[in-house]
């Protein structure tokens, strides 16, 4: 934690995690676009708070993957777990550009939001029974691989084993033989 990660490339969109989320906390995916935020955004110039969610303890919800939210928070939500806390920090070319957002965003602002993911939801229409039976149904095709692939192995080993056993046989009889030949050989 507290590594800056540039998410675009440019450095136009740096994340810095202050909370992690669960280890086994969902991220957004297409199968949950729906996401649940709580913020404040700042301009970085001033560290003036121009927006937040904190005040009120309201959430912020929208669909990634549609254009409805800044590019900056397209590129970083993606990124994150439920629960986390992120500093993102946007170049203005991925917040409001040159024409700012009047009367609270100035034009060229770079913006740092602390936002925390609170939740991912399935698009509505879908529903999280659904999105939890499709991830079911994979893995358990992935324990089904999974049991195939140890079951081949085995069957591989038990093959060399046998193999082996009867290579080992082979020799033993061949052993035999050339030990009887020669005990024949011997009396003569």
Known sequence: MGDSIDLSGDGGVLKTILRKGKADAICPS?????VDVQYEGMLAETGEVFDTTR??????????WKGSV???WEIAVKTMKV???AKITCKPEY??????SPPDIPP???LIFEVELVACK???????????EERARLEELKK????AAAAKEDEKRRREEAKAAAAARMQAKLESKKGQAKGKGKAR
Do not use: M
């Open 30 to 34: 297409e199968d949950l676009p729906l």
């Open 55 to 64: 005040e009120d303890n309201t959430v912020f919800s929208f669909e990634l």
């Open 70 to 72: 800044i590019q900056a």
């Open 83 to 85: 629960g986390e806390v």
């Open 95 to 100: 917040a409001y550009g040159s024409a700012g």
């Open 108 to 110: 060229d602002a770079t």
């Open 122 to 132: 399935p698009r509505k229409g879908s529903s999280v029974a659904g999105v939890s």
């Open 144 to 147: 089904q691989r999974e049991l």
